[in-house]
């Protein structure tokens, strides 16, 4: 089946420093991914829709700059918190979409928890 | 952003009892899934619908496209501890888009 794998699993990192995230398709080509994030006991939020080649959309209320989305390849998308601030600490998780378009249920990432000291 | 709204927000049942959860929009989805998130973890898939009124299982699980295309259910049947988790759900809008929308989450809790 399809796997998706995100790194790192876990990260701190200093206020005011930047942190890169990697979302990894490995059996097979994403032609979208989907960013999210999720406080504890909450729900997933989506942050950006990314495409291939392309710009990131990003969803109200998510800042493009601070949360700077590359898609470059069909099999990775990278998502870099930039100037991260405590408010940052979240759990960030990543999905792609089967590019033959048959399967319609995304798989996730095993996610990224973020913790900014 | 907009979410689904996911009942019940929590369950604790006996090991063997049988789980209801639905999750209901006021607008029409057409693709609706049902993932499982444990702790720390991303959310695995359990069961995806694309026709209003189907009915379909995995395992100890049942879900059901609302005929309305604005609700799903799951059923799990004689749950057991390994069901622990949160439950959710994710609609696609059927505007054509490729985003989903999830659900609040419903956190089950299975007492031995």
């Known amino acids: 089946g399809a796997v998706v794998s995100q790194h790192p699993s876990w990260v701190i990192c200093k206020s005011g420093t930047s942190v890169k995230i990697e979302c990894r398709s490995l059996?097979?080509?994403?032609?979208?991914m989907f960013w999210y994030r999720q406080f504890p006991k909450q729900s997933l939020m989506l942050m950006a829709t990314s495409n291939e080649g392309s710009k990131a959309t990003y969803e109200q209320g998510v800042e493009k700059d601070k949360f700077l989305i590359n898609h470059a390849s069909l099999t990775l998308s990278t998502l870099t918190v930039t100037s991260a601030h405590p408010e940052d600490s979240s759990f960030y998780i990543c999905?792609?979409?089967?590019?033959?378009?048959?399967?319609?249920?995304?798989?996730f990432g095993s996610g990224t928890r973020l913790t900014v000291v | 952003g907009q979410q689904l709204n996911q009942s019940p927000q929590s369950m604790f049942i006996q090991e063997g009892e049988d789980v209801s959860m639905n999750c209901t929009s006021s607008s029409i989805f057409n693709t609706w899934l049902w993932y499982k998130q444990e702790p720390g973890e991303g959310p695995v898939l359990l069961i995806a619908?694309?026709?209003?009124?189907e009915l379909t299982s995995n395992g100890r699980l049942t879900a059901q496209f609302g005929i309305t295309r604005k609700d799903s259910f799951l059923n799990i049947s004689a749950s057991i501890p390994s069901d622990v988790g949160i439950y959710f759900c994710?609609?696609?809008?059927?505007?054509?888009?490729?985003?989903?929308?999830f659900g609040t989450g419903t956190r089950l809790k299975v007492l031995a």
């Open positions: 994710a609609g696609r809008p059927d505007s054509g888009t490729y985003k989903y929308i």
């Open positions: 999905s792609a979409r089967d590019g033959t378009g048959i399967n319609y249920g995304y798989t």
């Open positions: 059996d097979f080509q994403a032609t979208t």
């Open positions: 619908l694309y026709k209003a009124g």
